[in-house]
């Protein structure tokens, strides 16, 4: 039987990072712009095979007693508008969206050592919208949101097997799946921050903020200004 691992053991985990000469600097970021950096590093992901689920990111929200959650969701769509990602309306992240839209997002490419941060507000998208995505899914797809009320106490695993074997003997073989009460969410960025490992561990941290009154902190020195509205500025590691 193999042992726990111990703190010494878990303190003792050093992983290689990048090296200075490979530095994410910003006089290399050719387009100042949070959603361009984003898309070339989501590409790098995508061709790095070791990468299995490069949308895969950690959703943080917060209920209305201001606790938090965090979970893992598959961002399907990201826009110079913001990232989408899709669940059930009456899931917990919903429920605690709907008494506060500010979210948290991270995706975290172990292979690149790279991160990216990103704080918004989640708003739903259009029904039509998520309908749309909905039928793209594949049908076992479909009917698994259907059966499932997702974030709701259950009996037992049986349980979503009678209620998906029922929608099943419903719809038939070919019977188009309805819309349940699920759907997509927009988070429409203020903060993207971009996180690159260095084995030193002076970390490359660039930070890009958009809002009211972001273009006025500009100073040229600590604080930047980027294109379309954005703001950036290196932080400490």
């Known amino acids: ?54 949308n895969a990111a950690a959703l943080a929200t917060v209920n209305a007693e201001g606790k938090p959650s965090n979970r893992f969701v598959l961002v399907k769509e990201a826009t110079t508008e913001g990232f989408t990602f899709f669940t059930n309306y009456g899931s917990r992240k919903a429920e605690d969206i709907a008494c506060n839209a500010n979210v948290a997002i991270a995706i975290y490419w172990l292979p690149l050592r790279r991160s990216i941060r990103i704080e918004g507000v989640a708003e739903k998208i259009s029904r039509d919208a998520s309908l749309k995505y909905f039928h793209e899914r594949p049908r076992a797809s479909q009917i698994g949101a259907a059966a499932s009320p997702q974030s709701q106490r259950i009996r037992s695993r049986s349980y979503l097997d009678e209620v998906e074997a029922e929608i099943k003997a ?39 903020r958009r809002g009211p009154g972001v273009l006025d902190e500009v100073d040229g020195e600590l604080i930047h200004k980027g294109e379309n509205d954005w703001v950036y500025e290196r932080l400490a590691p």
């Open 170 to 208: 419903k719809l038939g073989e070919s019977g188009q799946v309805p819309l349940p009460n699920w759907g997509g969410y927009l988070v429409r960025p203020s903060l993207i921050e971009f996180w690159q490992g260095q084995t030193d561990r002076l970390h490359d941290r660039i930070r890009f």
């Open 1 to 54: 039987m193999s042992q726990p691992a111990s703190i010494e053991q878990l303190s003792g985990e050093r992983l290689k990072y990048h090296e200075r000469k490979d530095a994410f600097l910003e006089e290399n970021i050719k387009i100042k712009d949070p959603f361009v950096i984003f898309r070339d590093w989501l590409n790098d992901a995508l061709n790095t095979k070791e990468i299995l689920e490069p």
